[in-house]
């Protein structure tokens, strides 16, 4: 079983910039897609960028298209989420997430199935 742990979260301002992190622990992690989802109060959890098992596919909400970056280091058993013009509609806590296919591809919220315990994104305006 997967253990993820997320880091990178924080309180910035609007058109402020945050890196996330997530530290994959448990499988082999490089053979699996993995990803970033978030959820707002009230809302569903929200699929916000997906990456395949090998780095060489992402796909991204549209809201965050152009803005938001996933990369993955397989040395590191590290996945990232590149934030950059952040707006208050970012808001949300960030949760980590692996694929549960082998060699997934990422691009759809029903290919994960583990999740980390969220980080914090607080977006002032």
């Known amino acids: 079983q997967v253990q993820l742990v997320e880091s990178g979260g924080g309180l910035v301002q609007a058109g402020d910039s945050l890196k996330l992190s997530c530290v994959a622990s448990g499988r082999t992690f490089r053979t699996y897609a993995m990803g970033w989802f978030r959820k707002i109060p009230g809302k569903e959890r929200e699929f916000v960028a997906g990456?395949?098992?090998?780095?060489?596919?992402?796909h991204y909400v549209d809201s965050v298209k152009g803005r938001f970056f996933i990369s993955r280091d397989n040395a590191k058993n590290t996945v990232y989420l590149q934030m950059d013009s952040l707006k208050p509609e970012d808001t949300a806590v960030y949760y980590c997430s692996a694929g549960v296919r082998l060699y997934g591809l990422g691009k759809t919220p029903d290919e994960y199935g583990s999740w980390g315990q969220g980080t914090q994104v607080t977006v002032s305006s």
């Open positions: 990456i395949s098992f090998d780095g060489g596919l992402e």
